[in-house]
């Protein structure tokens, strides 16, 4: 039995707990945030889209990087392994449209309540308003971490336990720890302490959602141990458009349509789905998709993109389908003939950008302008100019190199044990609960391979 600490109170972190203390280690996590779980707390809206029950196969289909070294992870602990775990530990599940699986309740509170219940019963302690700022090594291997924490108002104690943990002795936590530094204590005084340990498992998390407690500090630990990070951007994130007309469709939502991107005259990405305009730009799923695949040298220059608003329609159908509309509607202003063809809030603009007089009647539009009529409504134009920033980020695109840790153990191949798991590493995938099948594999893989 090993001494191990868990540093991250998400989803993988709690999940690599659960593992870990199941194998029979001695797990105590940590965490700087006051509760655990507070970023799967506001995913899927707050219903929490815990995975995605399509065949494990095509998983990986929707990893955009490294999706290779997933295959220990996820062979071993895959959707059905998840949810057959939530389920078998009284979360009762359903799934929905995409295969996307929720819990039932759709309170994404519950599925932190269970992770809480499997880790109370491995025994595993939780020490909460913890900061880790450093892992300690010896003779090249893991020999303990040093936090920072703070207790209740004038309590001197190391720091606030969970209080699922009600019956955990605080005296022993104190044995448990040597001080490193003593002083009086007071919240803006906090102790430095040194917790001995036999292996680390880091799930810091990315910089998506800083309100949550993700601040990228669990990468700087591990580039002083000599890891490498990749480049860290923003992903499943809205898009900044450059056209003074986007804004005036904040909030318009539009379905069923095709969503396309180019770089010059190359494609770089085409699906087809929901989008939504904003005050900034555009976002819903398909751009979320296109922030999380479109190459990082594309990303880096503007990009142009075009939205078909007819995806079902061929040019001649449509054309058609125009003809039809100026025939009923001959006498009617242009402006005012758009209502069957288009959402409200779009007609402005599009009667704007076709170039035609919105004041002329529709039977006097010329064949011309209903060809570009027809052309705008089949490439609807944009300019990309960058990502939203990480406030409004779902996940971290980059993390630590794949190649630095072994994909059947998640342990460092640089540091003897040292493990890590979810958004710590260079690996991210598209919406529909993709991502946290990625934080629950690699999570329970590392608290299951802890040495």
């Known amino acids: 039995m090993s001494k191990v600490a868990v540093v991250g109170g998400g989803a993988a972190g709690m999940m690599a707990a659960c593992a870990a203390g199941a194998a029979g280690h001695s797990v105590t996590l940590f965490d700087h945030n006051e509760k655990l779980g507070k970023k799967l707390f506001i995913t899927g809206k707050g219903r929490c889209n815990l995975t995605n029950a399509c065949a494990t196969e095509d998983f990986f289909q929707s990893v955009s990087r490294n999706y290779k070294f997933l295959y220990s992870a ?10 057959d775990f939530f389920e078998e530990n009284g979360l009762r599940l359903k799934t929905e449209r995409g295969n996307r699986v929720f819990p039932q309740s759709d309170h994404a509170s519950d599925v932190t309540r269970t992770l809480e219940t499997v880790m109370r019963r491995a025994g595993v302690r939780v020490k909460l308003q913890a900061d880790v700022t450093e892992i300690r090594v010896e003779d090249g291997a893991v020999a303990g971490l040093i936090y920072e924490s703070w207790g209740d108002k004038g309590s001197g104690s190391f720091c606030r336990e969970s209080e699922m943990l009600p019956d955990f002795n605080r ?33 810091t998390g ?9 601040d990228g500090s ?16 923003p992903s499943l994130v809205g898009m900044l458009t450059k056209e003074d007309y986007i804004p005036k469709l904040q909030g318009l939502s539009l379905k069923n349509i095709s969503f ?55 040019e001649e159908q449509l054309d058609q389908r125009l003809q039809r ?37 529709v039977n006097a539009v010329t064949r011309e302008e209903r060809r570009q009529l027809l052309l705008l409504l089949k490439h609807f134009p944009g300019t990309i100019t960058g990502l939203g920033g990480w406030s409004e980020a779902i996940i971290t695109r980059g993390g630590i190199r794949v190649a630095e840790v ?5 342990e460092s191949r640089l540091v003897p044990g040292l493990y890590l798991c979810g958004e710590m590493l260079d690996l991210d995938a598209v919406t529909g609960g993709f991502n946290l099948q ?14």
């Open 406 to 410: 072994d994909p059947s153990t998640m």
């Open 171 to 203: 005296k022993e936590a104190g044995r448990l720890a040597e001080p490193i530094h003593t002083g009086k204590f007071s919240e803006k005084n906090r102790k430095r302490q040194f917790f001995p340990c036999d292996a680390v498992i880091m799930a």
């Open 74 to 83: 996820v062979y071993q602990f895959d959707s059905r392994a998840v949810i």
């Open 438 to 451: 990625i934080a629950w594999s690699t999570g329970h893989l590392a608290g299951e391979c802890v040495r």
């Open 325 to 361: 509309d100026i025939a009923e509607n001959a006498n009617r202003q242009y402006k005012n003939a758009l209502g069957k063809l288009l959402p409200s809030k779009m007609i402005p603009v599009i009667v704007r950008l076709s170039g035609i007089d919105p004041e002329k009647k």
């Open 206 to 214: 990315g910089c998506s959602y800083p309100s949550t407690g993700s």
């Open 218 to 233: 669990g990468w700087e630990m591990l580039r002083r141990l000599g890891h490498t990070c990749t480049e860290l951007r």
């Open 260 to 314: 396309t991107v180019r770089a010059g005259k190359k494609k770089v990405f085409e699906e087809f789905g929901e989008l939504l305009f904003t005050h900034r730009g555009i976002s819903g799923p398909v751009v979320l998709t296109a922030s999380s695949v479109i190459p990082d040298t594309k990303l880096q220059s503007e990009l142009i993109f075009e939205i078909d608003l007819k995806p079902s329609l061929s």
